[in-house]
């Protein structure tokens, strides 16, 4: 019941892209490019990896990159590698009464 | 930058908690802070956040006129007061720092409330 749509699960190959879909409506993704996305090891804090749909925080790997369109923000995941094995979840800013809505979160499975 | 979150706990429907959100790395004098939280099977929920000056709160509907959130600068904590809480309000919550302008981006590992007779 997550307010943004994500697959539950997708799973890719060593050194294969995958891209994760989240979407939205014109009130959150559609009206503001203020996306983010996160990484979470089980038990662990959520680390971010891209924020404002495209940006990365420094540290984090230029294999991973974020676009939209519309009301839909994927992620990309290029060159996958074991580590990125991991759940990872969107977030939308969605005006100041919501503030900031959710995907359900998608696993990643490194075959 | 760290966050941790402790105050979960235990509690019977009516009952109250404080969470707190011990935070090192950055002052909170100079960022938003938020509360997330997760209930058991279901996604990712906002529930407070306090402006970068403390003088402004905002909630979600679902607990406006319940819980409480604010912010001790000396010690730099963020609290979250939860009243009159219902079996609905068991969830993880997690405090977040919110980045200028922008959206949640360090978390903290989060405290499990349970609210159960």
């Known amino acids: 019941q997550s307010a943004l749509t994500q697959p539950a699960s997708v799973s890719g190959s060593p050194g294969q892209s995958l891209t994760i879909s989240c979407t939205g409506t014109?009130?959150?993704?559609?009206?503001?490019?203020?996306v983010s996305w996160y990484q979470q090891q089980p038990g662990k804090a959520p680390k971010l990896l891209l924020y404002?749909?495209?940006e990365r925080p420094s540290g984090v790997s230029d294999r991973f990159s974020g676009s939209k369109s519309g009301n839909t923000a994927s992620l990309t995941i290029s060159g996958l590698q074991a580590e990125d094995e991991a759940n990872y979840f969107c977030?939308?800013?969605?005006?100041?009464?919501?503030?900031?809505?959710f995907g359900g979160g998608t696993q990643v499975s490194v075959l | 930058v760290h966050l941790t979150e402790s105050g979960g706990n235990l509690v019977q429907p009516g009952g109250s908690l404080r969470l707190s959100c011990v935070v090192s790395?950055?002052?909170?004098?100079?960022?938003?802070m938020t509360w997330v939280r997760q209930a058991p099977g279901k996604g990712l929920e906002w529930v407070a956040v306090i402006g970068v000056s403390g003088g402004s709160t905002y909630y979600a509907d679902s607990v406006k006129g319940r819980f409480t959130i604010s912010r001790d600068t000396s010690t730099n904590t963020l609290y979250l007061q939860m009243n009159s809480l219902r079996v609905e309000d068991t969830a993880l919550y997690s405090c977040?720092?919110?980045?200028?302008?922008?959206?949640?981006?360090?978390w903290g590992q989060g405290t499990l409330v349970t609210v159960s007779s």
């Open positions: 404002e749909v495209n």
């Open positions: 014109r009130s959150d993704i559609g009206g503001y490019n203020l």
């Open positions: 790395g950055f002052s909170i004098l100079t960022y938003a």
């Open positions: 977040a720092k919110v980045e200028a302008g922008g959206n949640p981006d360090s």
């Open positions: 977030c939308s800013y969605a005006g100041n009464r919501l503030w900031w809505v």
